[in-house]
């Protein structure tokens, strides 16, 4: 059994979706994901992104990110992040919520799996301490409340260490519905403030093997063969590898390296 491994957007924040697809085949990828920025995801963008992603035989694993919004509305906007990730394919688009109401969250998540359905999307919703979705309990309960088969959870290794989980909770979860993993390591403990949070999420992550985290206890946690995307959001990767090809190398190797010494297949 073996794991599809992906070149998450997050590890390449700074470039635009045809760049990442660039980089990702020229890494050795056959998995990547994007950010989608509808004032950006121009015609002439997709055009790009979609001929970098034929060019190097590229599967997309995810777009992403949905943001519902505090009150719970959605707009245009986030149809159209839906609907550029059913045209480049993508099984699954992930979703953050500003929003406490669980029940208001649910509504939205029902909402956009609705728009999802026609492509056969996963919307999978992930927990982070800075947004209104702060565990996995959480996360779980409002896609129960959601009530749509289309409805996910989204585990990031990082996250799930700062909600204070431990990965035998995993193994008390559906399989069916975590239909993919965001993976990186980083510091074991973070302060608990907003800012401290933010940081540690978009400047302080490490590829696998680098940082503190029981990545091994999750991955064996995860169900078998669960695609992993690869979310090294860092600044010191950013500063130590500007050009987008040798990060991802760079992300790509050093996973590897670690993935294959903790007995864990990927492809």
């Known amino acids: 059994m073996s794991h599809i491994m992906s070149l998450a957007a997050g590890t390449l924040p700074e470039f635009l979706p045809d760049q990442i697809a660039d980089a990702a085949g020229r890494s050795g990828f056959g998995h990547v994901g994007f950010t989608i920025e509808p004032e950006q995801w121009t015609r002439d963008q997709a055009k790009a992104t979609k001929a970098a992603i034929k060019q190097y035989d590229l599967s997309v694993l995810d777009v992403e990110v949905v943001w519902i919004p505090e009150g719970g509305v959605l707009t245009d906007n986030h149809r159209f992040i ?5 045209e480049l394919g993508a099984p699954n688009v992930l979703v953050v919520s500003a929003e406490p109401n669980p029940d208001r969250t649910a509504a939205a998540l029902h909402q956009l799996c609705e728009w999802a359905a026609p492509a056969n999307m996963r919307v999978s919703l992930e927990f982070l301490m800075i947004t209104a979705v702060r565990s996995l ?17 989204l585990i990031d290794s990082l996250h799930f260490q700062r909600a204070g989980h431990a990965a035998i909770e995993l193994k008390a979860v559906d399989g069916n519905l975590l239909p993919y993993s965001q993976i990186c390591d980083g510091n074991l403990h973070c302060t608990d403030n907003f800012d401290a949070y933010l940081e540690d999420a978009v400047d302080l992550r490490d590829a696998p093997g680098e940082g503190q985290l029981p990545l091994a206890d999750m991955l064996a946690a995860l169900p078998a063969e669960i695609p992993l995307s690869l979310e090294v959001r860092s600044k010191a990767y950013r500063d130590q590898y500007p050009d987008p090809v040798e990060r991802a190398k760079a992300v790509r190797q050093k996973s590897l390296a670690h993935f294959d010494a903790i007995g864990i297949s990927v492809r």
């Open 137 to 153: 309990d959480v996360a779980l309960d409002i896609v129960a409340r959601c009530n749509h088969p289309g409805a996910a959870v």
């Open 82 to 86: 839906i609907d550029a990730g059913a």
